[in-house]
T-cell receptor, first 114, second 112 residues
Framework: GDSVTQMEGPVTLSEEAFLTINCTYT??????LFWYVQYPGEGLQLLLK?????DKGSNKGFEATYRKETTSFHLEKGSVQVSDSAVYFC?????????????FGKGTLLTVNP | DAGVTQSPTHLIKTRGQQVTLRCSPK?????VSWYQQALGQGPQFIFQ???????QRGNFPDRFSGHQFPNYSSELNVNALLLGDSALYLC???????????FGNGTRLTVT
């Protein structure tokens, strides 16, 4: 079945540091890939997405490129801020007919210190 | 425009009891999904409702059931609660199959 593996945290960075959170996936066919962010006490917010190979999703300074050859979708940001502290989830979507189910990784806790 | 709203925000139940969680989808959305997020884990798909019918189900026992109403709102029911059912329950809705899921802030269920 489909699965997502993302680097385990927690990740602790200083403000303005470079961020990479690794994500790899296993899936049949051509899934769409997503990064969701969860701030303390809140639900999940879509951060960015990519629907086909070599697509680059970007939002709020975050980027991720859909690499089919390495089955990866790593999240990057050039300069993190304290407000980026949250849990980040990588997810894939394999739509088959009426089936629409997101498969999530376990999440990576990011803490950014001033 | 209100997003996905869930109630209650927190709930404490005793083992063996039954619980009902509620969800109103984002305006214009007709498909509702439920996810269970255990502490320190990613969300796990429970089921999806469309046109008042369960269309897809994850690997959850029959103790988990749901309902969708004509106004697209939805309920998640869990019978015979176990300690392991303690989790954040997330409701999500979408406009169509090409649209991303929008999540609510969840209901935190604690089973003692």
């Amino acid at each position: 079945g489909d699965s997502v593996t993302q680097m385990e945290g927690p990740v602790t960075l200083s403000e303005e540091a470079f961020l990479t959170i690794n994500c790899t996936y296993t899936a049949t066919g051509y899934p769409s890939l997503f990064w969701y962010v969860q701030y303390p006490g809140e639900g999940l917010q879509l951060l960015l997405k990519a629907t086909k190979a070599d697509d680059k999703g970007s939002n709020k300074g975050f980027e991720a490129t859909y690499r089919k050859e390495t089955t990866s979708f790593h999240l990057e940001k050039g300069s993190v801020q304290v407000s980026d502290s949250a849990v980040y989830f990588c997810a894939l979507l394999n739509v088959k007919g009426s089936n629409y189910k997101l498969t999530f990784g376990k999440g990576t806790l990011l803490t950014v210190n001033p | 425009d209100a997003g996905v709203t869930q109630s209650p925000t927190h709930l404490i139940k005793t083992r063996g009891q039954q619980v009902t969680l509620r969800c109103s989808p984002k305006s214009g959305h007709d498909t509702v999904s439920w996810y269970q997020q255990a502490l320190g884990q990613g969300p796990q798909f429970i089921f999806q409702y469309y046109e008042e019918e369960e269309r897809q189900r994850g690997n959850f026992p029959d103790r988990f059931s749901g309902h969708q109403f004509p106004n697209y709102s939805s309920e998640l029911n869990v019978n015979a609660l176990l300690l392991g059912d303690s989790a954040l329950y997330l409701c999500a809705s979408r406009f169509d199959r090409n649209s991303p899921l929008h999540f609510g802030n969840g209901t935190r269920l604690t089973v003692t």
